[in-house]
Nanobody, 115 residues
Framework: QVQLVESGGGLVQEGGSSRLSCTTS????????VAWYRQPPGNQREFVAA???????KYADSVKGRFTISRNRAGNVASLEMNSLKVEDTAVYYC?????????WGQGTQVTVSS
């Protein structure tokens, strides 16, 4: 069974940067869309960013210009580079692989931005 493991979360000061990674033992990210979602405290999970098989990326308006999604060539690591972080970016961040057999989610990593 494919598993995704997020890492890199933690406490960051407002205006700072952080990099999240999503790692898998296989190469599930190579031929599938990869996305990042987040769930702020007391709110529903929301879309953050995605990178498609052809390399095209898409971002939520709230993070456009500040966040960058990527994946490595081996297809086993996906990353989310986050810059100019705001307090409202505080959330649990999840990665997701969208495959023909269904979606695979990671367990999430907490990012807390302090003012």
């Amino acid at each position: 069974q494919v598993q995704l493991v997020e890492s890199g979360g933690g406490l960051v000061q407002e205006g700072g940067s952080s990099r999240l990674s999503c790692t898998t033992s296989g190469n599930i990210f190579r031929g599938n869309t990869v996305a990042w979602y987040r769930q702020p405290p007391g709110n529903q999970r929301e879309f953050v960013a995605a990178i498609y098989v052809n390399g095209i990326t898409k971002y939520a308006d709230s993070v456009k210009g500040r966040f960058t999604i990527s994946r490595n060539r081996a297809g086993n690591v996906a990353s989310l580079e986050m810059n100019s972080l705001k307090v409202e970016d505080t959330a649990v961040y999840y990665c997701k692989a969208i495959t023909p057999y269904g979606d695979v989610w990671g367990q999430g990593t907490q990012v807390t931005v302090s003012s």
